[in-house]
């Protein structure tokens, strides 16, 4: 899933907390976390870097995988959400692929293990 939030304060101001922010979002204690990395940054006029982060993560279903994205992004932000635009953030879920088709059997472009 990739979530994106606007940092506010532009490139110094983000430059100033990103070792810290990252190294927090690597560090996510939550089991269902398996990867959580900062995806890309993007200048968006003198006051904001939007802050794009990619997770994946175990869940039974997208509610609680953005919950457990949202919980990752507040651990690593920690005291600092003011210099986060909250309300201007974004995510994008994007379940595993199925391995096998609505019958039950592998979709045509995987082969068959009997043959």
């Known amino acids: 899933m990739r979530l994106t939030v ?11 907390v ?20 900062i995806a890309s940054e993007l200048r968006r006029g003198a006051d904001y870097v939007w802050v794009t982060i990619t997770l994946t993560v ?5 509610a609680d995988a953005l919950a457990l994205a949202w919980d990752a992004f507040g651990s690593a932000a920690r005291d600092d959400t003011a210099g986060w635009e909250v309300t201007a953030a974004a995510a994008e879920v994007q379940p595993e692929l199925l391995l096998t088709g609505a019958s039950g059997s592998p979709p ?5 293990p009997a043959g």
Request: proline residues 7%.
């Open 6 to 16: 606007p940092r506010r304060g532009g490139w110094r101001a983000w430059g100033a």
């Open 18 to 37: 990103r070792t810290e922010f990252e190294h927090a979002l690597a560090g996510a204690v939550d089991p269902a976390i398996a990867t959580a990395e």
């Open 58 to 62: 175990a869940a039974a279903d997208v």
């Open 108 to 112: 045509a472009s995987v082969p068959s």
